[in-house]
């Protein structure tokens, strides 16, 4: 009976304030898509530096006839020059840390080069001579990459030597960048849903507070006078939260799986509908939780005065 009692409270404030509720919904429907994306992207991030980290190549340039960079002075790096570095890779100092390493002479650069850039007009600019031979080494961990650049920088013949580490790390920041501003405009959307939420079961408290009067009057606690006004709120913010996993679910079925597993064609993992089954439930507590503490602190503060 107590229990039908609430749910007939919390039934007819939902009904008294139908386009407030649908506000609520929609603001935390749009919040936490946002918190949604930013997690799942920062999971992206998490994938990719596990699996391009480990790939990510120490390249050795040799010096082209061209170059005036390092320590080349406008001649082809020699054979003696190129054996020099192989030999320095397979000595006692670096064996330790390399867990392989391949030659890339001028056919092989070009022929890369153009499967890179079919498509850009610089390609038909570009001939074997002018791309440089290099060393790509994988190392057994790739932090200690400073090792192999101390040791190879200033042998005869070498250009430079760059740790492919660097572009990623670029990439990265630019995608963290990205998830740091989801998660601010999550944080404003959250805001205002909560301000929304504590404006909602107030106003709902007015316009029934000749119901709270006679309640008062015939001896009903505070948290029997709250719970239907929380629940309203709850409900609302659910809502919301379910809308919200459900946009995040078909993010990921339909667009990160779909469209761009099929554009990049790449080995690159992405994150897949187990991630995003993950987010769901973190969306639904968050949602509850912050409704439930608006709509709390919003009515003890009415009732009070």
């Avoid at 397979?90 to 001028?106: G, Q």
């Avoid at 987010?279 to 507590?285: D, E, F, S, T």
Wanted: glycine fraction near 8%; aromatic fraction near 8%; proline fraction near 2%.
């Amino acid at each position: 009976m107590r229990l039908g009692l609430i749910l007939g409270e919390v039934g007819n404030g939902l009904r008294r304030n139908v386009s407030m509720v649908i506000s609520v919904i929609l603001v935390t429907f749009i919040s936490l898509t946002f918190v949604g994306a930013a997690i799942l992207l920062q999971m992206q991030i998490g994938q990719m530096k596990g699996y391009w980290y480990d790939r990510a190549q120490v390249a050795v340039y040799m010096c082209t006839s061209l170059d005036t960079t390092g320590n080349c002075t406008q001649s082809e790096a020699t054979q003696d020059q190129i054996d020099a570095v192989e030999a320095k890779l397979k000595s006692d100092a670096l064996t330790p840390y390399i867990k392989k390493f391949e030659y890339e002479n001028h056919e092989q650069a070009y022929k890369n080069f153009q499967a890179q850039l079919s498509d850009n007009p610089i390609a038909s600019f570009v001939t074997p001579e002018t791309l440089n031979e290099s060393f790509r080494v994988n190392l057994i961990d790739p932090t200690e990459a400073d090792i192999l650049i101390e040791s190879l920088s200033s042998m005869p013949g070498v250009q430079a030597v760059e740790d492919q580490r660097g572009y990623l790390d670029r990439i990265f920041a630019v995608l963290n960048a990205a998830s740091y501003t989801a998660i601010g405009v999550a944080a404003l959307m959250l805001i205002a849903a909560v301000l929304l939420i504590a404006t909602t079961i107030r106003l709902s408290a007015f316009s029934r507070r000749r119901e709270l009067g006679i309640m008062r009057l015939v001896g009903a606690s505070n948290r029997f006078i709250q719970t239907p006004f929380i629940l309203e709120g709850v409900f609302a913010a659910l809502i919301g939260s379910v809308l919200a996993g459900l946009a995040i679910v078909g993010i990921v079925q339909f667009f990160v799986q779909g469209y761009l597993t099929t554009a990049l064609q790449s080995t690159t993992t992405l994150v897949g509908l187990g991630d995003a089954l993950v987010v769901v439930p973190i969306l639904v507590v968050v949602g509850a939780a912050l409704a439930a503490a608006s709509a709390g602190v919003a009515i003890s503060r009415y009732l009070k005065v």
